[in-house]
């Protein structure tokens, strides 16, 4: 077959398709394969170019965003300019994702460093679906709480662990 064709016949395998990406996000691993395939025509895919802002410190927080490809700094920029780097996020990670169950302001500002592809969820496309498939919005809050609350308990054990360090001194004094 002329390679020029090939391209337009050939069909994507699961791992380049956005059902099983999304299924391999946390949030999402309790879905079905008919609700993944749902979940695609919720999620808006958004391109971003080398070093732009996805949203600053501050903005309105109306949903997540899931990396599908490139990298994403997420940082706080302190009065004097400087910034300070909190993480660095590679396809599968994701972020913003406490804006889904309740609108706040971001808590820090995040960049792109390279050309990435980022999947948007949004609140208010969540809570349609929670009207039109109530057993997908449940599975995915369920998969929500399950994340946020890894993550307090993971913060919980950090605090505690530098309340230790902080009374106690660095190690062998």
Same mark, same amino acid.
């Given at each position: 077959?002329?390679p ?10 699961d %791992?380049e398709?956005l059902s099983y990406?999304?299924?391999k996000?946390p949030i999402?691993? +309790?879905? @079905? ?5 749902? =979940?695609? *025509? =919720?999620?808006?895919p958004?391109?971003? +170019? $080398?070093?732009?802002?996805v949203f %600053? *410190?501050? +903005? $309105?927080?109306? !949903?997540?965003?899931l990396v599908?490809t490139?990298?994403i700094?997420i940082?706080l920029?302190? !009065? +004097?300019?400087t910034e *300070?780097?909190? #993480?660095?996020?590679? $396809? @599968?990670d994701?972020?913003g %994702?406490t804006?889904?169950?309740a609108?706040? $302001?971001?808590?820090?500002?995040a ?5 990435? *592809?980022l999947?948007g /969820?949004?609140?208010?496309d =969540?809570?349609a &679906? &929670?009207?039109?498939y109530?057993t997908? #919005?449940?599975?995915i809050?369920m !998969? =929500? ?6 993550r307090l ?5 950090e605090?505690?662990? /530098?309340?230790? #360090?902080a &009374?106690? !001194?660095p #190690?062998?004094?």
């Open positions: 077959m002329n020029l064709w090939s391209n337009i016949f050939r069909k994507k395998t %791992e398709s990406f999304l299924g996000v999402f691993a +309790d879905l @079905g394969t008919r609700e993944l395939a749902s =979940l695609e *025509e =919720l999620v808006h958004r391109h971003y +170019d $080398p070093r732009e802002t %600053e *410190e501050g +903005d $309105p927080g109306s !949903g997540m965003y599908r490139g990298h700094q940082f920029r302190h !009065g +004097d300019g *300070e780097e909190l #993480a660095l996020l590679c $396809p @599968g994701f972020f %994702e804006t889904l169950a609108p706040a $302001p971001r808590t820090a500002s960049r792109s460093l390279d050309h990435s *592809e999947l /969820l949004f609140r208010a =969540l809570l &679906t &929670t009207q039109k109530p997908i #919005a449940s599975k809050l !998969g =929500l709480t399950r994340v946020v609350s890894e308990q993971a913060a919980g054990l605090i505690r662990r /530098l309340k230790t #360090a &009374t106690t !001194g #190690a062998g004094e």
